[in-house]
């Protein structure tokens, strides 16, 4: 489909949005902004982005005129598929493309595309860290807080672009063809808007339904998930796994980061020689590996840059030590397997911030994983009370509730003791109390940098 002189419905004027219209607008097409949230200030939104007067911006009720008009569609991510307003152009035999597919059709180059319920925005960094040591033209998208439609434009045809892509983002792609493609994990999340989990499976899946033989898929040994989709995959294989030896790939041999891809075990790293704690980290770094090899990258450039690496931003990140308390910032754990897997991490006796809006998700394996770890719960948000009805069914009664984040953080420090850390992993998303998770993370940070040494 050609983008000249086309009329295009971008829905959303958010960052997303903001970056499809310029995009469209740079292609020759006539993009359309528009918003459900009719109390938006046009005049703002246009000084706030750069939004110029030719782009169109249209709040609260679409007239059917516009609807005749378009001849195509770019929801931003958060639109689900199945909205009333998505099915009527569906209906109408509209095309829809999420802005994951319009980037990729107006981009050049190579793409690496990395999904999975948790550690997407660790894995995505290394691996473009790695690449930005060996290419000189690379880019780092999606997901982890870059609209890929904003750098699309930028790219040649000898970029290599690393893009971390969510569930929402994969729903709408049509024809994106990642060269190398991951699955770190899946387990349940956002079914609120999936609904089952066999749709967010298949969802996660549609990562590779574009890649060939020629192509190459990273999967992790330890999922059942991906073992049974495994075979429904084209692209050529490569397993990784923290616990059980894959025949082929990259697996953890007590602290040694190893790989047997046919020819003998081969040692590539101690864990020990990193900056990253925890299990979850050490399969984040062997996906990132597996992933790197898989695009032509040597094994000489690729370690160095794993040995030097620190953690993301909210993901685990070490704060600050205040009269013997660690604090930890794990803001981006925003399911209960990412939330499991920092408490996990944690070597102390642990004082833990969770909850927050309500995805839908059950807390049971996430309380199991309190014992010997939490001394403390300190609950927040919409679900707070699910979770501590929860807990107790489990038998861990040390709770405490909140009305707002400054009062969790009081109750942190009065109740924390030297030699113990102080963990926000709230298992949940920060919508209701926050804007989104980095506004939470942050908080976190400035309160724990502001107390007395």
């Given at each position: ?7 295009v ?35 703002q ?9 030719e ?9 059917e ?83 890929y439609?904003?750098?699309a ?9 690393v ?91 007590g ?29 984040n ?6 992933i ?19 953690a ?25 397997d ?72 009081e ?33 976190f ?9």
């Open positions: 489909m050609k983008l000249q002189d086309q009329k419905l971008v829905i959303g004027c958010k960052k997303s949005g903001v970056a499809a219209a310029g995009l469209l607008q740079r292609h020759g097409a006539v993009p359309v902004l528009y918003d459900a949230d009719e109390t938006l200030d046009i005049a939104l246009r000084a706030e982005n750069g939004i110029g007067k782009i169109e911006i249209v709040l609260g009720e679409l007239g005129d516009v609807c005749r008009e378009v001849s195509l569609v770019v929801p931003s991510p958060g639109v689900p598929l199945d909205s009333t307003l998505l099915m009527r152009f569906r209906n109408a035999g509209v095309p829809i493309w999420g802005e994951v597919e319009l980037a990729w059709r107006c981009g050049k180059g190579k793409v690496i595309a990395i999904t999975g319920t948790n550690g997407k925005t660790t894995t995505t960094t290394l691996v473009g860290e790695i690449m930005k040591a060996y290419y000189s033209s690379v880019f780092v998208v999606g997901n982890i807080g870059v609209p439609t904003r750098e434009d930028k790219m040649k045809e000898d970029s290599v672009t893009a971390e892509i969510s569930s929402f983002q994969l729903e709408s792609a049509v024809s994106f063809h990642p060269v190398v493609s991951a699955i770190l994990n899946i387990t349940p999340d956002h079914l609120n808007r999936h609904h089952t989990m066999e749709n967010y499976v298949a969802v996660k899946a549609s990562i590779a339904k574009n890649q060939g033989p020629e192509d190459f898929c990273i999967l992790n040994y330890e999922d059942e998930q991906l073992q049974k989709i495994a075979g429904s995959i084209q692209a050529d294989i490569i397993w990784f796994s923290s616990g059980k030896r894959p025949k082929e790939g990259y697996f953890l041999d602290d040694m980061i190893c790989r047997d891809l046919g020819q003998g075990r081969e040692e590539l790293l101690d864990v020990h020689e990193m900056n990253l704690i925890g299990v979850h980290n050490y399969e770094v062997m996906a990132a590996i597996a790197s090899a898989s695009f032509g990258v040597p094994m000489e450039v690729i370690l160095p840059v794993v040995r030097h690496f620190k993301v931003e909210h993901r685990i990140e070490f704060v600050a030590e205040k009269k013997g308390v660690v604090y930890y910032n794990d803001s981006k754990g925003t399911n209960p990412a939330a499991i897997r920092a408490i996990c991490a944690m070597s102390r006796p642990t004082i833990l911030i969770g909850g927050g809006y309500d995805k839908g998700s059950s807390y049971d394996e996430w309380v199991e994983a309190f014992r010997d770890k939490t001394k403390l719960l300190v609950l927040i948000g919409q679900t707070a009370d699910a979770i501590a009805a929860c807990a107790r069914r489990h038998g861990f009664t040390a709770i405490e509730m909140a009305d707002s984040f400054e009062k969790a953080m109750i942190c420090v009065q109740n924390a003791r030297p030699g113990d850390a102080v963990l926000l992993s709230p298992a949940c998303a920060s919508w209701g109390m926050f804007p989104n998770y980095e506004v939470r993370g942050r908080m940070k400035a309160y724990v940098n502001g107390l007395e040494e």
